[in-house]
């Protein structure tokens, strides 16, 4: 055992995560998470995250969204959240471009139902360079399916679920490298199960109680994922931590 203890004050506390080399996913893409919990690892208070996110758990949610290609997010996430556009400060969005991307990443939202308020601002005020993405299954509704169609870029994988291995595929054929999936909990936990989670950056927020819904929730029968703590920051009480996946640190030790 180790102690890990008090370290200097990062200058810039982006910097340990953009210095993460994403070049080598496990599979199709590297996909980060990205999440906050709880003591007890709730993921949310009266069905949302924002009571229990830090005031520098939610700076560094935003700041994150510089390392994503297309920030993906499940649809009862958006639902409950009301969720928004990425918004950048100008100068991550100037690096971006300097690396050859968008000012800001696309979101891509996750549904089956097709159940999506298409007021939001997601759907109706996303930026040409970003249009927001959904994606679905063929088993849709086909109503629903054609209103989907006139408010974002649908794509379609699958005949009666989304599989994480082809949303990605669909990702990697649109030259996207890096996933950012903030969740929720669902979404997580069928990209765990699926073997596709190469990152997990988790925040432990200085919080007990809340909703009965922890921070991922693999389907039944999946197996056990095995993590390598890469790094531990920490702000607020509030606690930074960040995984890879362990079979990805083999994969490299084997190289
Ligand atoms: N603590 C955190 O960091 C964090 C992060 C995000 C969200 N949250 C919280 O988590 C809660 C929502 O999470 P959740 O787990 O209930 O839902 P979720 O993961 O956000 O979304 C689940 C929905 O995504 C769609 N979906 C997921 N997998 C699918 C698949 N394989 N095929 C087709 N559709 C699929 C379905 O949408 P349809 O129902 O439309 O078919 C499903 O109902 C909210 O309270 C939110 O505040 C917390």
């Known amino acids: 055992m180790r102690i890990y203890e008090f370290g200097h004050e990062l200058e810039d506390s982006m910097a340990p995560y953009l210095a993460v080399d994403r070049s080598a996913p496990k599979h199709e ?11 007890d690892g709730t993921a949310a208070i009266d069905g949302k995250v924002g009571a229990l ?3 520098s758990d939610q700076t560094l949610f935003r700041q994150m969204r510089q390392i994503a290609d297309v920030v993906l ?6 639902r409950r959240e009301g969720y928004g556009l990425v918004r950048l400060s100008d100068e991550a969005q100037e690096q971006r471009e300097r ?15 097709l159940d999506l308020n298409w007021n939001l601002k997601l759907f109706t005020e996303a930026p040409e360079h970003a249009p927001t993405m959904v994606i ?5 509704d086909p109503d629903r399916l054609a209103e989907a169609k006139r408010h974002a870029t649908v794509i379609i994988v699958g005949q009666d679920r989304v599989e994480p291995e082809h949303v990605l595929r669909e990702f990697a054929s649109r030259g996207y490298g890096v996933v950012l999936c903030e969740g929720g909990p669902t979404l997580l936990g069928e990209f765990v ?4 989670l190469d990152e997990l950056c988790l925040s432990i927020a200085p919080i007990f109680g809340g909703d009965n819904l922890p921070v ?4 039944d029968g999946a197996g056990i994922s095995s993590f ?5 920051l920490g702000e607020d009480d509030t606690l930074f931590l960040r995984y890879e996946s362990a079979r990805q640190k083999r994969a490299h030790d084997d190289e």
């Open 193 to 196: 199960a699926a073997d596709r």
């Open 216 to 219: 991922g929730l693999t389907p």
């Open 53 to 55: 996110s830090t005031g």
């Open 73 to 78: 997010v499940g649809a009862e996430t958006v």
């Open 29 to 39: 893409c590297w996909v980060t998470g990205h999440m906050v919990a709880g003591l």
């Open 99 to 113: 690396d050859g991307k968008p000012p800001t990443p696309p979101v891509a939202v996750v549904s089956g139902s």
């Open 228 to 232: 390598e703590l890469k790094s531990v």
């Open 136 to 140: 679905t299954s063929a088993s849709a």
